[in-house]
């Protein structure tokens, strides 16, 4: 093992399992919740299968339990890691990293060799998957434990994330819709731009009427924020792939070799945001990283 410093995330992260395996990341699955089954989060049920039950089929979301947790990171201290950097979903959205934190406490009484950070990514989605990868990066390359901390800590402050819509009530339904109203969406057709304020809650930063406006403005208000930072853009999507490729096209005429992912939401995520979900995450990014 080159690498004494594992990285665990969760499954809101978003992360392809390419790179869950390329990068030893240890991943917490959450669980998508229907009345009669459960699935775990990325493991056993996809977007698309998320998406097709809608709007007959509403599914709920749930947090791992404590005793999921800590077989998860009893099995990375059983492979020898004496340093966990833990980076999680936003305390805002989910419990997640609350429920981490307890695990870690009692598993720092049993081993007290242990260092744990537990980290409140404040994002969602692909915002705390570049988080992730930006850890994986530091560790590999010998950084050392406190320094990637206080990096990814520094990062995740100038992180923006913005995403649309078809409807919000999957968000309102839910019970992730922060500070956006709700009956902003059926409102003369006046869609919102959101984004993850400080504290990690949702927000409305824009407005434009009807969709392939909101999609503009998406662009712009991504774009106001990539301009005042070396960074790297990663576009999202839910259902909703060539609108997304849209938006990828037109930040890469912009922003070249910077706008370097396109992917999916998966299926927590999906719940809560429903088809037609469009995001763009803009990262700051040095050259060595």
Known sequence: MNNKIAIVTDSTGDLTKEFIVE????MIPLKVVYEDR?????LEITPQEVYDKMPDEIPTTSTPS?????TILGNVIAQGYKQIISI?????LSSTAANVSMVVADLKAEHPELEVEVIDGLNVSYGTAMLVRIAAKCAETGMAFSDICHKIDAIKRDQRTFFILKTLHYLHKGGRIGHVSHMLGSLLDLKPIVSVDKS???????KARGRQKSIDKLIEVASESAEKMKCKI???????MEEAKYVFSQLEKRFGDAVFYLGAVGPVVGVHTGPGT????????????
């Open 23 to 26: 990068n030893n990341i240890f």
């Open 200 to 206: 990690g809650v949702y927000y409305t930063v824009a």
């Open 66 to 70: 404590l005793g999921e947790i800590t």
């Open 278 to 289: 469009l995001g763009i995450v803009v990262t700051p990014w040095s050259d060595s990283l």
């Open 38 to 42: 459960e699935y775990l989060d990325c």
């Open 88 to 92: 999680h979903i936003s305390s805002g």
């Open 234 to 240: 990663s576009v999202l999507q839910g259902d909703a």
